[in-house]
């Protein structure tokens, strides 16, 4: 059974059955025993913890939601409840696990060809094989809509891929990388399964990151590099497609938020309890008390949207701006309570060792990738109004 924990303030938890709330824990104890232990020395070193991939694939969990390649087919409520108890303890982790889980075999399961889907979901889903992301650029992230400068060029039976991608996630050891590019035909957006050794693919490990430093992020130079049509998403057609595993992914994003924000919580709650100042615990003291009920009342609000966000999808209802509105709000929240998990714990709340402070650096990661403030809270604009503010 669960420990009841003062972060689900609402007893949401409770909503689930008794299986699901199994998995929760499930996950929760790898993340708290193998995880937890290994993490700020693994974020002060910029190094990703690969001793930990066999058992977080012995947990069965990626490919959270999809049919078959031997992925579990939960609902996505479970989906989100996993990316929280991973971000809980570690949002780097909670971000290694979206982009393999969520983007890179998202794109294979939504826009592959069955082909495609037998060749690469069972291997992922063991975590046998790694995926990346490759959609922004250094000159383009929130214009990638329109405005991807990395070209693709029919050539008989294949394809010639040239052009820059930034940020791209797990990039640096991924055995497959969804390049999005620019077809230069018929100015559509095409996804290809490039494979790690193509001649001419070049990636470069981005340093000195002040957030999420567990996650490898690349630049990537391709140099003509050829990808055969049969490593073509067969499906993804425009950015249209493209943007549907967004969708998908940026609803988890909002979960990661969550676990984000209540691990920082629950951190700082504990400390406050714990911590006397004037001869009595600091959690007494009203202004400190303040403090955290508006920490909770937050995390109780995105908690709740969530559960909503993850039912709509269930049911086949999410919509972009639906995605949008709860990665915005959540952030947004996320970074308003990590800041004050930081306040309440003093000097200690900038030393890694408390952990909070590390929360505090990797929320500003999750408050920008997967759409930023602004780009979301556009989609959200342009819908309720009828009026769009992008040109
Ligand atoms: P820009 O687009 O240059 O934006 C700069 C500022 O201008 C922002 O505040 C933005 O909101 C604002 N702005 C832009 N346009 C408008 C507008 N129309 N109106 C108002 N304001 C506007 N990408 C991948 O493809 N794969 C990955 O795996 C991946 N992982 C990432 C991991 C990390 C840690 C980070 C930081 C990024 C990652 N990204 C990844 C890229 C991420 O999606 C982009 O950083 C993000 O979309 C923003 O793009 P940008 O950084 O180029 O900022």
Redesign the pocket.
Known sequence: ELPPIEGDFYHLGHTLTDDQRALQLKVRTFMENEVKPLVNRYWLKGEFPFEIIPRLAELNVCGVTYEGYGCPHLPFLMEGILAMEMARVDASIA?FFG?QSG?AMGSIYLLGSEAQKQEWLPRMQKLQTIG?????EPE?????AGGLTTTAKRQGDGWVLNGQ??????ATFADVIIIWAKDLDDGQVKGFLLRKDTPGLDVEKIED?M??RI?Q?GLITLRSCVVQESDRLQNANTFKDTAKVLRMTRAGVAWEAVGCARGAYESALAYTRQRKQFGRPIASFQLIQNHLVEMLSNLTAMQTMVFRLSQLQDEGKLTDEHASLAKVFCTLRTRDIVSRAREVMGGNGILLQYDVARFVADAE?IY????????NT?IVGRSITGSS???
């Open positions: 971000t982009v983007l990346a992301f490759g959609l922004t383009v992230g929130s214009g990638a991608k930034k940020w791209i996630g797990n990151k957030a999420l996650v992020n990661a920008s990738y997967e759409g930023t403030k602004e780009i556009l503010a992008f040109v």
